[in-house]
């Protein structure tokens, strides 16, 4: 159980266009998504978390117009990056979480190369 | 956001051999994580851990939640090629802060 798909897991752009990420929990309802950047051999950078039907919560740093986060139902949450640029380029891994359980269950991760 | 003291920051050790790692905050948590990551993946849980001085097993892992309540400890007992990776603690204490990860590679 408790199993988040994402895709696409891998994305080739071309700089200026928009690129959509999809996250779902296939097995649960995800009340609180959340959205990550990881760089090569780093941890986990958050960038927002969004609850079902509100705005997301964007950290310090990250740019809400250029990444922006939709959470319509309880097991879809999308992430668009806007006018992609070659330093957008990253592994972003979305996440859902379960409350009751103070879990969260990730998805497999979107390579996004913009050219 | 916070991040967590993990360490080591990588180990590399012979097949067979026993591995632990430890992750360490400044602030209490009421749940420790731990997951490990394959290259190219999304961290995958491993282990979840709610009270203070619990110690759970998920197979040959082994995990616990510190007495203080602001560290946990992971194990792996009798290591195979596949148990490599990157592995994550994880604490949550209203918001989840994730540590900074500990490579392993093991050597057949």
Do not use: Q
């Given at each position: 159980g408790a199993v988040v798909s994402q895709h696409p897991s891998w994305v080739i752009c071309k700089s200026g266009t928009s690129v959509k990420i999809e996250c779902r929990s296939l097995d649960f309802q995800a009340t609180t998504m959340f959205w990550y950047r990881q760089f090569p051999k780093q941890s986990l950078m958050l960038m927002a978390t969004s609850n079902e039907g509100s705005k997301a919560t964007y950290e310090q740093g990250v740019e809400k117009d250029k990444f922006l986060i939709n959470h319509?139902?309880?097991?879809l949450s999308t992430l668009t990056v806007t006018s992609a640029h070659p330093e957008d380029s990253s592994f972003y891994i979305c996440s859902g979480g379960v409350q009751a359980k103070n879990i969260q269950y990730f998805g497999a991760g979107t390579r996004l190369s913009v050219l | 956001g916070q991040q967590l003291n993990q360490s080591p920051q990588s180990m590399f050790i012979q097949e067979g051999e026993d591995v632990s790692m430890n992750c360490t905050s400044s602030s209490i948590f009421n749940t420790w994580l731990w997951y490990k990551q394959d290259p190219g993946e999304g961290p995958v849980l491993l282990i979840a851990l709610y009270k203070a001085g619990e110690l759970t097993s998920n197979g040959r892992l082994t995990a616990q939640f510190g007495i203080t309540r602001k560290d946990s400890f992971l194990n792996i007992s009798?290591?195979?090629?596949?148990?490599v990776g990157i592995y994550f603690c994880a604490g949550r204490q209203g918001q989840f802060y994730f540590g900074t990860g500990t490579s392993l590679t093991v050597i057949p």
């Open positions: 319509a139902s309880l097991t | 009798a290591s195979i090629p596949s148990d």
